[in-house]
């Protein structure tokens, strides 16, 4: 009889677990999975997919507009929210179809159950049935930080945006973040009045200093409000069900959505990790190695739930690194710099490597470069909105440290920018390399 029923139990069926679990069956494990929700995770059901098909939605607002300078004759348009959520969610449904057919044809059993721990080799189903394993691998996300402040119960969250039964005509955005500012996008190109509140004067912590600053400045232009130091005092249901909202520092307002973007937490709550000897962090996130594994031999973590990058592609290769280390006799641990990111905001931001902050406090000074320019497409559809690269660079071997952009396109851009600069290659590489002209993306080698 085998000592366990399966070799691998992975909790949660999002990028991270999926990866894992399909590799690890793949290399010859037997494998369960347990989902409680949809197969697909954050990213697929209420995250970054859904969310960019929204961005795709509202950029035609601008599009329809801009194509009249075009020489098309485009008619004023309606928006139709309900026609866009729906084919939204059903492609959600689809993705969900495609990872759950992902898992079943690599092998792997799914289980539509809560799971939680109940010993170093031991998972408990929400039905009381109780499952060993060799390994136990947690992949259970993060989830939207909700603030406590009174009447808190009347926001919603990112989880719920996508649901919603009609697109308000007043929404507050409460955050500085990439989901924030996403939003703001989206719903000001709806047609929507968006405020957005913060309890700081920064937004976009952690991005390039010169590149959040224009995206603050071309999001003001276009009739975005901001609220800075301002923190809730409450959020009051009213009879017409609007919201009116207080908050320090600036005088309350009526809403008819508030949207919390502040942050994630990870989704450790009654897993019975502690109880198991889990060792968890001050925010609840599992501590692990860079092996992924825990303080318990047998239990390891991957994604979001260790609060290190929350990035999907991340997760992802934490759970190629787990099933290669683990089945597949093949040590793998992570590289965790140059990570490009993107915020889908509009226009849209990418960055890759250090800020020019960080690396002048590395390197004390740096060469900085820039191209600040009008899109042609700007140009002629008589928009004032310009674009801006940075580049940053090593003083003395002129080796490319970090490279941020706004304008649009920027992530599409920047992903094949990012494999020079992860490459270590230098300015003079770029500008070795002939302009692909005219495009936004020959920038990058003319930068002065």
């Known amino acids: ?84 959520r729906d084919n939204v969610l059903s492609e959600v449904d689809r993705l969900n179809g495609a990872y759950t057919n992902t898992l079943d044809s690599h092998g792997v059993e799914i289980v539509h159950e809560r799971a939680t721990v109940s010993g170093p080799n031991e998972v408990t189903l929400a039905s009381g049935r109780t499952i060993t394993a060799g390994k136990i691998l947690i992949a259970v996300g993060a989830r939207p930080l909700v603030p406590s402040c009174p009447g808190h119960e009347h926001g919603i969250t990112s989880n719920e945006v996508f649901h919603l039964d009609k697109l308000p005509r007043r929404v507050l955005i409460a955050g500085a973040g990439y989901i924030a500012n996403e939003f703001a996008g989206i719903f000001n190109e709806f ?12 937004i976009l912590r952690g991005y390039d200093e010169q590149i959040r600053d224009r995206l603050l400045q071309i999001s003001m232009t276009k009739g975005i409000d901001f609220r800075f130091h301002a923190e809730f005092r409450g959020i009051e ?41 889990v060792e968890l962090d001050a925010k609840g996130a599992i501590v692990v190695g860079a092996d992924n594994k825990s303080s318990v031999e047998s239990i390891y973590a991957v994604g979001d739930v260790t609060n290190r990058v929350q990035l999907t592609p991340v997760a992802i290769r934490e759970g190629q690194a787990f099933a290669d280390t683990v089945f597949g006799n093949k040590p793998t641990t992570v590289d ?30 740096v060469k900085v470069y820039t191209s600040d320019f009008r899109a042609m497409k700007n140009v002629l ?22 490279l941020h952009m706004i304008g649009p396109d920027a ?23 002939v302009a692909l002209h005219p495009s936004m993306a020959e920038e990058l080698v003319l930068m002065k």
């Not at 905001?345 to 020019?356: C, F, L, Q």
Request: some cysteine.
């Open 237 to 277: 249901k009213q009879a017409d069900g609007s919201l009116k909202v207080s908050m320090t520092n600036h005088d309350d307002m009526e809403v008819d959505c508030v949207l919390f973007a502040t942050g994630r937490v990870p989704n450790t709550d009654d897993l019975g990790l502690a109880e198991a000897g």
């Open 381 to 402: 559809a008589n928009r004032n909105e310009r674009a801006l690269y940075k580049m940053i660079c090593e003083p003395n071997s002129g080796k490319v440290l970090g």
């Open 336 to 365: 965790y710099g140059c990570i490009p990111s993107a915020v889908f905001s509009h226009p849209p931001i990418a960055g890759v490597g250090m800020t020019e902050s960080e690396a002048k406090q590395k390197f004390g000074a």
């Open 1 to 84: 009889m085998p000592e366990f029923d399966y070799d691998l139990f992975t909790i949660g069926a999002g990028s991270g677990g999926v990866r894992a679990s399909r590799v690890a069956s793949a290399l010859g494990a037997k494998v369960a999975i347990a989902e409680e929700y949809r197969v697909g995770g954050t990213c697929v059901i209420r995250g970054c997919v859904p969310k960019r098909l929204l961005v795709y939605g509202a950029h035609f607002a601008e599009d329809l507009k801009d194509a009249r300078r075009f020489g098309w004759n485009v008619p004023d348009c309606d928006f139709d929210w309900a026609v866009l």
């Open 191 to 202: 047609g929507s009045k968006v405020t957005l509140i913060n309890r700081s004067d920064v």
């Open 411 to 433: 992530p599409e851009i920047l992903q094949a920018a990012a494999v020079a600069v992860k490459a270590g290659l230098t300015k003079d590489d770029f500008d070795q390399t």
